[in-house]
């Protein structure tokens, strides 16, 4: 079993930045892969970016691409989410998620473990 918490979530304006961490506590947390998603309100569920158990392998969505950067620091248990030049369009609650993967995934069945969630809304 996994535990995670999200933080970092915010009010910011279009153009600004946000860094979101995600803080795995449990069972051998460093050996899951993790990923972010979002959702915005009447939207499904979607893919944001992704980080190997060994932070060897990162992946992330075309709409995030140049702008959001995925990391982990094993020492401390946790993966962040550097967030520039927001957009109002990314307004959503992020999740991380936590999986046994090898690799990275863009599949939310892929990982069983999820954190409540943290709310992100950029203004215009």
């Known amino acids: 079993q996994v535990q995670l918490v999200e933080s970092g979530g915010g009010l910011v304006q279009a153009g600004g930045s946000l860094r979101l961490s995600c803080a795995a506590s449990g069972r051998s947390p460093n050996k899951y892969a993790v990923g972010w998603f979002r959702q915005a309100p009447g939207k499904e569920r979607e893919f944001v970016a992704a980080?190997?158990?060994?932070?060897?392998?990162?992946d992330s969505a075309d709409s995030v691409k140049g702008r959001f950067t995925i990391s982990r620091d094993s020492a401390k248990n946790t993966v962040f989410l550097q967030m520039n030049s927001l957009k109002p369009d990314d307004t959503a609650i992020y999740y991380c998620?936590?999986?046994?993967?090898?690799?990275?995934?863009?599949?939310?069945?892929?990982?069983?473990?999820w954190g409540q969630g943290t709310q992100v809304t950029v203004s215009s």
């Open positions: 980080i190997s158990e060994t932070g060897s392998i990162t």
């Open positions: 998620a936590a999986g046994w993967i090898g690799t990275t995934s863009r599949r939310p069945p892929e990982y069983p473990y």
